[in-house]
């Protein structure tokens, strides 16, 4: 199941970026080779009351005027209101109730999205405390004192937000159709690709990247089964800072990916895959998606009987991180190969959700480490006791060791890849947990 998307919306100086960082705690500072974790902490995952969330930080709003604070602070409602479950409103006691406060909050309200408003730089209730009543007057509910830099009140935040996460996953839990987000760069053809998919123009496409209005998921039905498209939406409007409309875009792609089941990443042939590809593919495969790559526009390039071999190799050794991923070249404009794209996405679907018996799941095992010794340090040797899978979406394996400081990822790769031999698990990737005898995790 997907997990809930919390945003934080605010003006610049109330302590956005320090509330965020503390939420996320040390989840952002975790360094891996993965491209798609980006260090510029736009999104991180949280845990709370064993409940998990994602937290987006919707921007960073560097202000001339007043008027150009105010326009930034409707572009950043927006996003939260388009991509969020529960948005957190961050004011300033120091400060007061501001009229950018108070517009803002209109719009948060209008959305009816649940919202959660938390008065930030308390640092002595003794000191401020009266100072928060002023903010019951912007009509959005009991305003919740905090200070991010002091961390205080932040358990009554967490536990006010995560109220709002019940009637969500009611929500999830009554639609098990296939979601399938789609994913890319600006103008590599994603609305082209569902229009093809639909048979009509319903996404509005055109040659100006970015102009894809807000996604509105596209319910497909072929051969009896009702799929929903996630189209990842551009801006609404133009924007003139690259790096805006980059963070954007990447607030878009984790939130679709958190709802989707499969994620298609478009990469556009003529270009060529490019770093802002991995990372966005990086997404999908941190978050253990069913992931294909769909090469589009294939039409526009002179082939011979190698282009597909060395294009296919050459967008591998890029997405090195998952080589799990199933590949198909298309062309939205002629309907080429997309036919294929349904066969594909119920194939990856189902290995999403394959369960292998654990007596299987043993002897692959017990025949892996028999060709191969586990790592040993010191004289201690790693020992294997046992395997057995305890989740899908991704297929998810426990194994029970000796010691978990003798773990080392190579042979982790290598007992997968006994798995992958046996099993295919084409399109998915597979999380694989150690547990100590003594039951501690890694």
């Known amino acids: 199941m997907s997990k809930p998307v919390v945003a934080i919306v605010g003006r610049p100086n109330v302590g956005k970026s320090t509330l965020f ?4 705690g040390e989840t952002i500072s975790i360094v891996k080779d993965t491209p798609g974790v980006t ?74 999205k649940p919202l959660v408003l938390a008065v930030n730089k308390v640092d002595s209730f003794q000191k401020f405390g009266n100072d928060v009543y002023e903010f019951y007057n912007l009509g959005i509910g009991e305003p919740i004192p905090v200070s991010a830099a002091s961390r205080l009140g932040l358990g009554d935040l967490l536990d006010e937000v995560t109220k709002h996460f019940g009637t969500f996953e009611a929500e999830e839990e009554e639609d098990d159709r296939p979601r399938i987000a ?32 807000d996604a509105v998921d596209t319910e497909i039905v072929h051969d009896g089964t009702e799929y929903v498209f996630i189209d990842t939406a551009g801006l609404r409007r133009k924007s003139k800072i690259k790096e805006e409309l980059e963070r954007y875009s990447i607030i878009r792609t984790v939130t679709a990916v958190e709802r989707a089941d499969v994620v298609v990443v478009v990469i556009d042939a003529e270009e060529g ?21 769909a090469v589009n526009k294939w039409d ?34 002629t309907g080429q190969r997309m036919n294929k794209m349904y066969e594909l996405i ?47 979406k991704p297929p998810t394996f426990v194994i029970f060791i000796n010691d978990k400081e003798l773990t080392h990822f190579s042979y982790t790769r290598y007992i997968e890849n006994k798995i992958r031999d046996a ?20």
Not at 183 to 211: F, Y
Not at 353 to 363: D, K, M, P, Q, S
Request: net charge neutral; hydrophobic share 40%.
């Open 21 to 24: 960082n503390v939420l996320a």
């Open 39 to 112: 260090r510029d902490r736009i999104y991180a995952d949280c845990t709370w009351l064993n409940m998990n969330f994602t937290l987006i930080d919707t921007g960073g709003i560097e202000p001339d005027s007043s008027d150009i604070i105010l326009s930034q602070m409707r572009e950043q409602a927006e996003i939260a209101i388009a991509t969020a479950d529960v948005i957190v409103f961050i004011v300033d006691v120091r400060q007061g109730l501001v009229d950018a406060d108070s517009k803002v909050a209109d719009m948060l309200r209008k959305s009816k």
């Open 182 to 213: 789609i994913v890319g760069k600006p103008n590599v053809g994603k609305s082209s690709i569902i229009n093809q998919l639909l048979g009509e123009n319903r996404v509005i496409v055109s040659d100006i990247a970015g102009t894809t209005r």
């Open 273 to 293: 895959v490019t770093e802002q590809d991995a990372k966005i593919a990086g997404i999908a495969h941190e978050r253990g998606k069913g992931i294909i790559v």
């Open 300 to 333: 526009a390039i002179e082939k011979n009987d190698k282009t597909i071999y060395e294009y296919t190799k050459k967008i591998k050794d890029t997405l090195a991180f998952m080589s799990y991923a199933e590949y198909i070249f298309i062309s939205a404009k």
């Open 346 to 392: 119920d194939m990856v679907r189902e290995n999403q959700t394959l369960r292998v018996a654990t007596g299987v799941l043993n002897e692959i095992m017990t025949e892996a480490v028999a060709l191969q010794q586990p790592p040993s340090d010191k004289g201690k040797r790693l020992r294997l006791y046992y395997i057995t899978q305890v989740a899908v």
């Open 423 to 442: 099993f295919g698990f084409k399109g998915t990737s597979l999380k694989f947990i150690y547990r100590e005898r003594s039951g501690k995790e890694q």
